[in-house]
């Protein structure tokens, strides 16, 4: 797995510590967390993260296609933009727009998501704020499942069919010298 935009590291570090093969990717933060896990291009990733990215993207259709290419498995986050477009400003002002702080830049209505899978080949699901590309078919109905047990425990569950990394990644940092 590979975690685009992954900040200080620290999902990358948490999957590896119940034993989820992950590595980390991102151009703007340092890796403080899952150091000696970067992402390397010789590694090619079966799934793959991004969140709270999406609308951080200057050039939205070219980073997208560069990440897809990586891996057209792209689970990520984005609030989409509501129909009709809401107000900037006043009573009716969304709150994604993100004005006070003024790095959100680009938006997606749910067509805009699926347009963008059908240029790559790529199924797309949605529900809430989370979106998947991917190579097969999901039924969104048990896309929103997932979605709904995730929140409810099923990571418990799924931790329990794992080996933890945290004592050989531990090794290999020290040998590595990190």
Same mark, same amino acid.
């Given at each position: 797995?590979?975690?685009?935009?992954?900040?200080?590291?620290?999902?990358?570090?948490?999957? /590896?510590?119940?034993?989820?093969?992950?590595?980390?990717?991102?151009?703007?933060?340092?890796?403080?967390?899952?150091?000696?896990?970067?992402?390397?291009?010789? /590694?090619?990733? =079966?799934?793959? =993260?991004?969140?709270?990215?999406?609308?951080? *993207?200057?050039?939205? /259709?070219?980073?997208?296609?560069?990440?897809?290419?990586?891996?057209?498995?792209?689970?990520?986050? =984005?609030?989409?933009?509501?129909?009709?477009?809401?107000?900037?400003?006043?009573?009716? #002002?969304?709150?994604?727009?993100?004005?006070?702080?003024?790095?959100?830049?680009?938006?997606?209505?749910?067509?805009?998501?699926?347009?963008?899978?059908?240029?790559?080949? *790529?199924?797309?699901?949605?529900?809430?704020?989370?979106?998947?590309?991917?190579?097969?078919?999901?039924?969104?109905?048990?896309?929103?499942?997932?979605?709904?047990? #995730?929140?409810?425990?099923?990571?418990?569950?799924?931790?329990?069919?794992?080996?933890?990394?945290?004592?050989?990644?531990?090794?290999?940092?020290?040998?590595?010298?990190?």
């Amino acid at each position: 797995m590979l975690d685009f935009g992954g900040g200080s590291g620290l999902l990358v570090r948490l999957l /590896r510590d119940v034993g989820i093969e992950s590595y980390w990717s991102d151009e703007y933060c340092e890796n403080l967390f899952a150091r000696g896990f970067e992402w390397q291009q010789d /590694r090619k990733p =079966t799934l793959a =993260t991004c969140f709270e990215v999406f609308e951080h *993207l200057p050039n939205p /259709r070219e980073q997208i296609d560069s990440m897809l290419q990586i891996c057209p498995n792209l689970l990520f986050s =984005t609030e989409l933009l509501p129909c009709p477009i809401p107000e900037s400003s006043g009573a009716n #002002a969304w709150w994604y727009y993100g004005f006070s702080h003024g790095q959100h830049i680009s938006f997606y209505t749910y067509k805009s998501l699926k347009l963008i899978a059908k240029a790559h080949n *790529l199924h797309f699901c949605s529900y809430g704020g989370l979106h998947l590309f991917s190579q097969v078919y999901i039924s969104p109905l048990y896309f929103k499942w997932v979605i709904k047990l #995730a929140l409810r425990g099923l990571f418990k569950i799924l931790k329990k069919r794992f080996i933890s990394k945290t004592m050989s990644d531990c090794e290999k940092l020290n040998q590595m010298g990190l």
